[in-house]
């Protein structure tokens, strides 16, 4: 039987290919996506307009040629605007449900943080337990399911922030930034003629992905790094600069994303290197800052980064299950 890691290194290499023929530049941003898909995660991408982030939803969703839906939130906007609504049948006599854009693979839930807080608790439900309840029915989402959100950092006129219970369903955030030079000229003498995404084809099956994300669960965590994960989200909440640390979803979502880390390395068990990497991306959102450290500039990245760079690594060899013994 061939090597799990293996087949989960070969997956996403095709599907970062695949995305790296239409977001350029940005091979960091584009592994943690496919990080998140592995680890069946959802997505918060925190940035300016303009810099590909709905080209990105769109481009993932064309590689694994899954559904995609694209929900633009205002304030306005019904929680039956997302979720879906029950209408009177003449004919039947009875109640029918009509989906609402949450009923696809992959959505782009655009400018989530313009919603009111009643519309964002819509997501709620769907991405946590992968279902919405709408008049009293229940009704599961399709596979996979994820949510790329995007949220702009700058424009808070009009703007509700994300409450906590909503940003810890996120399994990552990310920020794209703008191109580097040589990359931004690219980006210009690709979209000449017409835009890169439209000769995008599916580069794998949704029947492939499900394999592969029940594979990642597989790949080996030592009884040291599991120690390394708690500690660094333990440290998140005795930290005086946090008010609020990370949760034990944080420490879950460690866990699974230094599977899925080292899988695509083609490795079939975690190093602490995984999880100093990751740990940014996946518990600086689930944090809030204490008012008067905001107040010198402090972001929670950058006290997840010092809480990293000062924890002790465990060493010795991580990859022997007989360590687990």
Known sequence: MENPAKTIQDFAKNIIENLERVIVGKNQTVELVVVSLLCQGHLLIDDVPGVGKTVLARS????LGCDFSRIQFTPDMLPSDVTGVSIFNQVTRDFEYRPGPIM???ILADEINRATPKTQSAMLEAMEERQVTVDGATYPLPKPFLVLGTQNPIEYEGTFPLPEAQLDRFFMRVRMGYPA?????KILELQQLQHPILALKPVAQVAQLLEVQELVKNIFVSPAVKRYIVDIVRATRENPDIYL???PRGSLGL?????AMAAMQGRDYVLPDDIKFLSEFVLAHRMVVQPASRLRNLTSDQIVREIVGTLPVPGGDLSSKQEAG
């Open 60 to 63: 993932l969703a064309k590689s």
């Open 104 to 106: 696809a693979q992959i």
């Open 181 to 185: 030079l040589t990359d931004e000229i």
């Open 245 to 247: 640390g990370s949760s």
């Open 255 to 259: 866990f699974r994303a230094g599977q």
